[in-house]
């Protein structure tokens, strides 16, 4: 499947792609290519994360890119890292373990202009992928870059935000939903 990464469009609920679920892809030059534009519109977006399906392509593929917190300690020996040293590309991700009890924290999502809300996620989690150089790799993330990576993750299996918030949240972002499906 030849994609001309130039044309791709960060897509916006309720667009069908962001319900699909996508399948899983060699790291072909393709798909290198895709990635690397993905970063260029994530950054241009001001986004920390952005999924394939986000940008109309069903395939298991997502960037990242969290910056550390300036105001934050930077985690200790054995604690997970919570931010990435520059874009990260991570394809056909899999979810190994995660850690602790499930918390509540305000995210927000390209797709979904204007709705942020509290979602519940575990606050650390394991990550297996492939990388940029077509080798597997393996990650422990806290922090924001827990939720970051759990949340692009959702978005390959067609899962927004809006399915995971809470009861609360879901009703104060409703007329922001509405007026997206409008
Ligand atoms: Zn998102």
Known sequence: MTVD???????I???AILREKAEP???????????DRMVKMM???DGIGLAA???????????????ADPDEPSPG????????????VYINPEVVSTEGEPDLYEEGCLS???????????????????GLDGQPFETRAGGLLARCLQHELDHLDGI???DRMTQAARTKVRSAVRSLER
């Open 43 to 45: 950054r241009g977006a």
């Open 13 to 15: 609920h309720p667009a």
């Open 160 to 162: 927004l935000i809006l």
């Open 112 to 130: 979904l202009p204007g709705v942020r809300g509290d979602v519940i996620r575990p606050p650390a989690v394991t990550m297996r992928a492939i």
């Open 53 to 67: 399906t986000q940008v109309g392509l069903r395939w298991r593929l997502f960037v990242c890119d969290v910056p």
């Open 77 to 88: 020996p054995g604690e997970p890292r919570v931010s990435t040293e520059g874009p990260e």
């Open 5 to 11: 990464p130039k044309k791709l469009r960060i897509q």
């Open 25 to 35: 892809v060699d790291p072909t030059e393709d798909v290198l290519a895709v990635a």
